[in-house]
């Protein structure tokens, strides 16, 4: 293995573990940093509980939690389960409007 | 105080065995060790903020997307995947926090798991920071308060009504329930007419005056003025439970309350509301000089005040720190802006952001309006606070809660609209629904600010586990018509059969034409108070539908 024997090696090398950090690391570095991420969560978690997303995934959970019953269901369950149904129900409005903040922050951070 | 048959606002689930066996080896020790690092933000998030300005990293994978949770035990941050690693190098290093979230997580169980004690540690910080302002409520005195305010309640319960007979009215076709009787519209009235039939039937109001509390007789010889509203109240009390059932004229009582309240002194049509406030008002000024005490609203012990006062609390959070400063303000009833949501469903699909496409048109909702009443505000950009902690003015975000309830709460419905700007009124038509069982538990400060600081499992100062914040509805005043020319009408809840009171004619109805009524006020009482005001009434109506119009009939 190429990687430094201290590592163990990842489930899923689907990621090149470079020593370098990628595009996308510096960016979401640098919106951390700045508090940017914060804000866009803030903005995100608004804009999602306003469109019924949130409702629809906590309906989502509850149904499933009535199937498997109330003690055989773990939050790791709840978010495997979860997860992709989410992603997919997001709002391409909402995907617009965050994607143009990023762009005008990354603008703003000239990197 | 019984707390064993109190019930519990939420409940704890059971720690697994791992969280258990941690607590019994560490105790409280992990917990204390984090309270420096927690942060909570303006949302109500916490965080566990390390000390360097690093982002926090999966330390066997490098990770920084996922989740991380801390470890407990050794300070180690991981992700997921990743904490079983942890748990199976260190036996016992099962509990870990999320970090982004403060949730306590078992390694072992890979799930969430939950303790009061450590929900109590983050949260601690916070309440430490919190800068509480009484507007006439000390936290000193609050114990004490509570339980003048319990015993009260149980003062409040009829000793002599008990002796007093029903009354049946043998002229009467049907046996309507005791108090129940019409009033004359004197001249454009019917504002004072509707809120008096349901002021007539508040249990403890009711119970005060018809055990004689206030004295007429003694009460004439001590006062000097000729008018006392007291007086006057007591002799309607009088007259509507004499079992007599023609319309009474409450003329006296009008002219007393103009004396009272003199800018409204016409026969033009007044806002019933106003008329309700102006006349709990007289009943706590004229108390107050009997009694030649100068009380504040939040431990005045006159009638008005023990039955519809209760504590509002505003709390106002910085938006860039999390800083909150809470106030609390004493209450007689809660105005409520109409929850525009039937509108909502057309706004949005028209950006096409609603989710399941559905264009169905949604009633407004009495529960909508309270949601409304409690939700963060923030306020505009021209209202910016100055925060202590940031020490500059900042945008903050303002959120109301019940800090306690009163025994009678008088929900007020905004429906009529001044513009400044256009200099005019208009009235809001849309039906708002309303329940006839009201749990007012999620609009309790305990509940709001449990639920702003991401569900905590809290024991909450103040907790309102002493008074119940089940209601029942017992009055409806209604208004139909124009801004200007109007009508009030009251429908009365009487031993579970509602009854329409307006003006002189009283006629039985069903619960489908309240639930349509376009509501203006609603009274809901406590429910124990309400379940036994219905067994002292007494007289069962047994009517049959060919009957249900009272042979009564009233000028106007």
């Known amino acids: 293995m190429r990687h430094s024997v201290n590592r163990p090696p990842t489930p899923d090398a689907a990621e090149d573990q470079e020593k370098e950090p990628t595009l996308q690391e510096i960016i979401n570095i640098k919106l951390i940093e700045s508090g940017e991420k914060e804000r866009l969560m803030e903005l995100l978690r608004e804009r999602l509980t306003e469109c019924g997303w949130k409702d629809e995934m906590k309906a989502l959970c509850r149904a499933f939690i009535k199937k498997k019953g109330r003690n055989n269901v773990s939050v790791d369950d709840l978010v495997h389960v979860i997860t992709p149904k989410g992603r997919a129900s997001v709002p391409d409005s909402v995907k617009a409007e965050l994607l143009q903040r990023i762009r005008t922050f990354l603008n703003s951070a000239a990197l | ?556």
């Open chain 2, 1 to 556: 105080m019984d707390l064993s048959a109190v019930k519990p606002r939420c409940s704890v689930p059971k720690p697994c065995n791992h969280l258990a066996d941690y607590k019994l080896k560490y105790g409280l020790t992990g917990y204390d060790s984090l309270q420096d690092k927690f942060v909570t933000g303006p949302n109500g998030k916490t965080t566990v903020c390390t000390a360097d300005k690093k982002i926090p990293r999966c330390f066997f994978c490098d990770g920084y997307r996922e989740r991380l949770y801390l470890c407990l035990i050794c300070s180690s941050v991981s992700c997921l995947d990743h904490t079983l690693l942890d748990t199976r190098s260190d036996c016992g290093h099962d509990i870990a926090v999320d970090i982004n979230r403060s949730e306590l997580y078992c390694g072992r169980c890979r799930d969430q798991v939950y303790d009061p004690d450590f929900d109590t540690a983050v949260v601690s910080k916070y309440k430490k920071d919190l800068i509480v302002h009484s507007n006439a409520f000390e936290s000193i005195g609050e114990r004490s308060s509570k339980r003048r305010r319990l015993s009260s309640a149980i003062d409040l319960d009829l000793k002599k009504w008990k002796e007093l007979p029903c009354i049946r009215d043998q002229r009467a076709k049907s046996c309507y329930p005791i108090g129940l009787r019409g009033l004359n519209n004197l001249g454009n009235t019917c504002f004072m007419n509707s809120v008096l039939q349901a002021l007539l039937h508040v249990p403890p109001l009711r119970n005060y005056f018809l055990s004689g509390r206030h004295n007429r007789g003694t009460c004439q010889k001590r006062s000097l003025d000729r008018f006392c509203l007291l007086c006057d109240i007591d002799i309607i009390f009088s007259a509507m439970f004499s079992g007599d059932r023609s319309p009474y004229s409450p003329a006296q009582f009008l002219y007393s309350w103009w004396q009272h309240s003199a800018n409204l002194a016409s026969y033009e049509q007044q806002d019933a509301h106003e008329f309700f406030i102006s006349l709990l008002d007289g009943i706590h000024e004229k108390e107050n000089k009997l009694r030649d005490t100068n009380n504040d609203a939040a431990d005045c012990p006159c009638i008005a005040h023990r039955v519809f006062s209760g504590l509002l609390r505003s709390d106002v959070t910085c938006l860039t720190c999390g800083f909150t400063s809470t106030t609390y303000d004493p209450f007689m009833d809660i105005s409520l802006h109409l929850d525009p949501s039937h509108c909502f469903s057309t706004e949005t699909t028209n950006k096409g952001s609603k989710l399941n496409g559905s264009t169905s048109v949604s009633t407004s909702t009495l529960i909508g309006c309270l949601d409304l009443f409690t939700k963060p505000e923030k306020l505009g950009s021209d209202q910016k606070l100055h925060c202590q902690n940031c020490q500059q003015r900042q945008d903050s975000s303002k959120q109301l809660s019940i800090g306690r309830l009163p025994l009678a709460l008088c929900l007020q419905v905004k429906r009529f609209e001044h513009s400044l700007v256009r200099k005019t009124s208009r009235k809001i038509d849309w039906h708002l629904q309303f329940p006839f069982s009201l749990d007012m538990s999620p609009y309790l400060s305990s509940s709001i600010i449990r639920k702003r600081l991401g569900n905590r499992i809290l024991r909450f100062d103040g907790d309102e586990t002493d008074v119940s914040a089940d209601y029942e509805i017992f009055a409806v005043v209604t208004h139909s018509g124009m801004l200007e020319s109007g009508h009030y009408v009251t429908y009365l809840r009487l031993k579970n059969q509602w009854y329409r009171c307006d003006d002189a004619w009283i006629t039985e109805v069903d619960e489908a034409t309240v639930r349509a009524s376009q509501c203006y006020m609603v009274f809901y009482v406590q429910k124990m108070l309400y379940h036994k005001a219905n067994d002292e009434i007494g007289c069962a109506p047994s009517s049959s539908r060919r009957d249900s119009l009272l042979s009564v009939v009233g000028c106007c």
